[in-house]
């Protein structure tokens, strides 16, 4: 699969952001995907992931209750809101998708990226 990210933009702290990663390619597999983050110095990060043959999702501590992952099969997208964003959310997100097998998704490594899109809260 091949995947491009959208929607990163610049907002003030308590906003709000709807990241898309268009999915092309063989969809029809199971898959895990996944939003990861990299704040400049810092280690990536996974922030949500979903399991397309289940549809279960799994947040970061640091997302839980402000994030919301979820795909829409019809338009092939992969979507990420954030709400009551922070300085913290700060960073270059990226998209993510590994062949999967089983609902582990936080546990796999990822195969295929998309080339990111910035984030930046203020």
């Known amino acids: 699969v091949q995947l491009v990210e959208s929607g990163g933009a610049s907002v003030q702290a308590g906003g709000s952001l709807r990241l898309s990663c268009v999915v092309s390619?063989?969809?029809?597999?199971?898959?895990?995907m996944a939003w990861f983050r990299q704040a400049p110095g810092k280690e990536r990060e996974g922030v949500a992931f979903?399991?397309?043959?289940?549809?279960?999702?799994a947040l970061s501590d640091s997302a839980k209750g402000r994030f919301t992952i979820s795909l829409d099969n019809a338009k092939n997208t992969l979507y990420l809101q954030m709400t009551s964003l922070r300085p913290e959310d700060t960073g270059m997100y990226y998209c993510?998708?590994?062949?999967?097998?089983?609902?582990?998704?936080?546990?796999?490594?990822?195969?295929?990226w998309g080339q990111g899109t910035q984030v930046t809260v203020s």
């Open positions: 390619g063989n969809t029809q597999m199971r898959y895990c």
């Open positions: 979903l399991y397309t043959d289940s549809g279960n999702t």
């Open positions: 993510a998708a590994v062949r999967a097998g089983f609902d582990h998704c936080a546990t796999y490594d990822y195969t295929t």
